[in-house]
Antibody, heavy 123, light 106 residues
Framework: QVQLQESGPGLVKPSETLSVTCTVS????????WNWIRQSAGKGLEWIGR???????TFNPSLKSRVTVSLDTSKNQFSLKLSSVTAADTAVYYC?????????????????WGQGTTVTVSS | DIQLTQSPSSLSASVGDRVTITCRAS??????LAWYQQKPGKAPKLLIY???TLQSGVPSRFSGSESGAEFTLTISSLQPEDFATYYC?????????FGQGTRLEI
């Protein structure tokens, strides 16, 4: 059973870059679609983007210019970087996996989530 | 972006009640709609995907359906562990969006 664990800095200063890592255990990081989602009191659940280990990526247009994702298959980890952060980026950041089967990935919903990591943007 | 509007925003109910939560999409999303349950301090948990398919391990008292652009989550007989916040999510087109949530409380 795949499990996900996010890790992050906790506190980031305005204008700096936020970096969060998701570690995958119980399965391989390859051949799945992975997502980043965040949740704040003001905006509820917000999808940040998804990527596939083949290199395919799709980001939320509202964040696309500030988002970078990277992959470390040797550590079974993937990471999110969000640049030029403001207080509006304060949130709990989750990684999540799409379900899989015979249908396209978007058929299945997000069946595995990490526990989330809280990131606060403040000076 | 596709807007998902959930109703009601909050709901008071009792153990044993039948409860219905509605999610209306601003555009067509085929059947690519999922429902999640979230408890305080926890990540969302997938209950239903593709409108009406129950995720493995989810009790059968949860069900999903669709009528036009309106999607429904029904809990047939509320159990104490069901008191939580519920979200719908559309996966038909990017960006993926969520409803604003329905808080189910005693």
């Amino acid at each position: 059973q795949v499990q996900l664990q996010e890790s992050g800095p906790g506190l980031v200063k305005p204008s700096e870059t936020l970096s969060v890592t998701c570690t995958v255990s119980g399965g391989s990081i390859t051949n799945y679609y992975w997502n980043w989602i965040r949740q704040s009191a003001g905006k509820g659940l917000e999808w940040i983007g998804r990527f596939h280990t083949s290199g395919t990526t799709t980001f939320n247009p509202s964040l696309k210019s500030r988002v970078t994702v990277s992959l470390d298959t040797s550590k079974n980890q993937f990471s999110l970087k969000l640049s030029s952060v403001t207080a509006a980026d304060t949130a709990v950041y989750y990684c999540a996996k799409y379900g899989s089967g015979t249908y396209p990935y978007y058929y299945y919903g997000m069946d595995v989530w990490g526990q989330g990591t809280t990131v606060t943007v403040s000076s | 972006d596709i807007q998902l509007t959930q109703s009601p925003s909050s709901l008071s109910a009792s153990v044993g009640d039948r409860v219905t939560i509605t999610c209306r999409a601003s555009q067509g999303i085929s059947r690519y709609l999922a429902w999640y349950q979230q408890k305080p301090g926890k990540a969302p948990k997938l209950l239903i995907y593709a409108t009406s398919t129950l995720q493995s391990g989810v009790p059968s008292r949860f069900s999903g359906s669709e009528s036009g652009a309106e999607f429904t989550l029904t809990i047939s007989s509320l159990q104490p562990e069901d008191f939580a916040t519920y979200y719908c999510q559309q996966l038909n087109s990017s960006p993926i969006t969520f409803g604003q949530g329905t808080r189910l409380e005693i």
